[in-house]
């Protein structure tokens, strides 16, 4: 777990303001998956009744390091996500990714409408980022975590370059707006 909350602390640090409105950052039983789909590693969650935001992290798997270890390996060498995002703690960051997404919807960033223009192949990017359910979302974390744990290949795939560019002038424009640097 070491280098799962290390990178959770450099992320709320660039990010305070996602951090912040966390609930709660816990491990969860999550859907074990079964042969037709996988296990979930993370789940996020924005109720906008309540204002709940969780990230969760599956207590099966990362109660066993060395399981969810081979399970990131795997996925990721099968271009299931992006390049040299074999790290465990690329969960936490692909997870974190939806809440920068959140806060963004929040404030009126539209990164729905920002993501759904991107013409890039997101194939090329990962299977994840092509074949989720939410289709936008998933790019736009896929993108978060090529960016902070890709390799050079994933790290410089025009759709993180779009997503990181369109997060990057978000958070800024946000910040001057709230007053803070």
């Known amino acids: 777990m070491a280098p799962t909350i290390e990178q959770y602390a450099r992320l709320a640090r660039e990010y305070p303001e996602v951090a912040d409105r966390l609930t709660a950052f816990a491990l969860a039983p999550l859907d074990p998956g079964d042969e037709r789909r996988p296990a979930a590693l993370g789940r ?3 109720n906008v009744e309540t ?3 969780r990230l969760e992290l599956s207590l099966e798997l990362f109660s066993h390091p060395t399981r969810i270890g081979r399970r990131v390996r795997g996925a990721a060498g099968r271009g299931f996500h992006p390049s040299g995002t074999s790290q465990v703690e690329s969960v936490v960051t692909h997870e974190l990714g939806h809440h920068v997404w959140f806060l963004l919807e929040e404030e009126g960033f539209g ?4 993501t759904s223009s991107l013409a890039a192949d997101r194939r090329s990017l990962s299977h994840y980022a092509d074949g989720a359910d939410d289709r936008d979302a998933e790019t736009f974390a896929e993108a978060f975590v ?5 390799d050079d ?3 410089n795939h025009p759709l993180t370059r779009s997503v990181v560019h369109f997060i990057e002038r978000s958070m800024r424009w946000f910040r001057e707006r709230r007053g803070t640097p």
């Open 51 to 53: 204002g709940e935001r």
């Open 44 to 46: 996020s969650t924005w």
């Open 146 to 150: 090529a960016h902070y744990l890709g």
């Open 111 to 114: 990164p729905r409408g920002f």
């Open 153 to 155: 290949g994933a790290r």
